[in-house]
């Protein structure tokens, strides 16, 4: 019943912007924190970001700070990354994330290619 479906990937040049969008439905969305995650080949999969069920409060993590953005609205069950200023080290795939009781759900993940 629970879906997280990412969307807005594809390639960038460094330097360039782009913002994922995970659309969510199966549960009640406002009650739940949300966060991006992303796994670059060879690499764990690392929180990028994640914000509270009101939107009261962000998380970023350090090589992500002050170029990504995380925001949500609550009314489309969707949350936002918006990604500026990308590096070639950005480049994964991005996964939306969904805590619900004792039960983490993914999206399918969506690819984000940063290069020249």
């Known amino acids: 019943q629970v879906q997280l479906v990412e969307s807005g990937g594809g390639l960038v040049q460094p330097g360039g912007s782009l913002r994922l969008s995970c659309a969510a439905s199966?549960?009640?969305?406002?009650?739940?924190?949300m966060s991006w995650y992303r796994q670059a080949p060879g690499k764990e999969r690392e929180l990028v970001a994640a914000?509270?069920?009101?939107?009261?409060?962000?998380n970023y993590a350090d090589s992500v700070k002050g170029r990504f953005t995380i925001s949500r609205d609550n009314a489309k069950n969707t949350v936002y990354l918006q990604m500026n200023s990308l590096k070639p080290e950005d480049t994964a795939v991005y996964y939306c994330?969904?805590?619900?009781?004792?039960?983490?759900?993914w999206g399918q993940g969506t690819q984000v290619t940063v290069s020249s």
């Open positions: 994330k969904a805590d619900i009781a004792v039960r983490t759900y």
């Open positions: 914000i509270t069920s009101t939107s009261g409060g962000t």
């Open positions: 199966g549960f009640t969305f406002s009650s739940y924190a």
